[in-house]
T-cell receptor
């Protein structure tokens, strides 16, 4: 069975600072990995996904994530945070022969002026 | 495409009443998921349909919960009788079957049972 661990339920950064949201997964090879964003009172929207092509994946709104098999990680980064990035971020994995996405607990990103 | 459509967006009901949540998946998608989101437990999968057939319902809390998918364009999640602990946001999501394809989420139904 696959699982996802997101370290840190809350991450606080200043506007313009680097954003780093951590995600570690447990899954059979090959895993498919996803990052979603959820704004208040909305559903989840896809930011980016890894599907065994390039290990560095670029997504919307300037976010990117790097798949590191040796570390079983798929951390999400953005060079410069914007106030509009404040939201809940979820990492998800599909693998192990199942087509069901398994989600982490989410990380709330707080951006200070 | 309009995306995944859920109704109602908000539902307030009294304990013991029947509640029905509705979902219209994206046309052409053959996988459908119902998730429940709470502060305590995060996002939990309730049930997964593939080609209108329930494949995994191990996340359905108890017999009070039931889900149906009579055709490729409609699904319902029913709670009967409802209890205050069922208060949560319920999401429907759909995708094309395949590990590399992402799930598209609806806006959710916020259920409050008083």
């Amino acid at each position: 069975a696959q699982s996802v661990t997101q370290l840190g339920s809350h991450v606080s950064v200043s506007e313009g600072a680097l954003v780093l949201l951590r995600c570690n997964y447990s899954s059979s090879v090959p895993p498919y990995l996803f990052w979603y964003v959820q704004y208040p009172n909305q559903g989840l929207q896809l930011l980016l996904k890894y599907t065994s092509a390039a290990t560095l994946v670029k997504g919307i709104n300037g976010f990117e994530a790097e798949f590191k098999k040796s570390e079983t990680s798929f951390h999400l980064t953005k060079p410069s945070a914007h106030m509009s990035d404040a939201a809940e971020y979820f990492c998800a994995v599909i693998g192990g022969g199942s087509y069901i996405p398994t989600f982490g607990r989410g990380t709330s990103l707080i951006v200070h002026p | 495409d309009a995306g995944v459509i859920q109704s109602p967006r908000h539902e307030v009901t009294e304990m013991g009443q029947e509640v029905t949540l509705r979902c219209k998946p994206i046309s052409g998608h053959n996988s459908l998921f119902w998730y429940r989101q709470t502060m305590m437990r995060g996002l939990e999968l309730l049930i997964y349909f593939n080609n209108n057939v329930p494949i995994d319902d191990s996340g359905m809390p108890e017999d009070r919960f039931s889900a149906k998918m009579p055709n490729a364009s409609f699904s319902t999640l029913k709670i009967q009788p409802s209890e205050p602990r069922d208060s949560a946001v319920y999401f429907c999501a759909s995708s094309r079957t395949g590990g590399e394809t992402e799930a598209f989420f609806g806006q959710g139904t916020r259920l409050t049972v008083v």
